[in-house]
């Protein structure tokens, strides 16, 4: 079988969306990562939030106020009407406008490159590897057993 060539692949860049739940301190918790592709009008997001470790960093968090910042994210990356103004701009206007570094309680990461050959599979990796917990390696042990 002959090796894929390099014009399989696609260039994107991306971000990861994190929630800073007290900006002063600087601490933040993965949230999400957004997709970009120019050449192929691709823009997608992906949000999954621990809540419990958000309110681990801030106990008294406005859950609601987040949660409804964090849903702004992947409706702007799929445009139109639902995302207000900015939902007529160009696919890679809108990426620029969501990664644009900001000092609010939902910030993201500086803008990374990547390849791949598959944009929706890589945003998958970019949450297992950044956002999703990890799973232990080691097995459960049962409760039964004496320690």
Known sequence: MPAPSSADLCTYDYAIV????RVERGEFINVGAIVSCAPSGFLQAGIEVDEAR???????LDL????????????????????????RLLPRERFDWLVAPR??????SPVHTGRCRDLPGALERLLDAMVRPRRSALPDRPTDQPR
């Open 18 to 21: 994190r929630v800073v739940p």
């Open 54 to 60: 958000l309110l681990a960093l801030d106990p008294g």
């Open 64 to 87: 609601a106020a987040i949660r409804a910042s964090l849903a702004a994210i992947p409706a702007i990356c799929r445009g139109g009407a639902d995302a207000g103004a900015l939902g």
């Open 103 to 108: 000092s609010t309680a939902i910030q993201t």
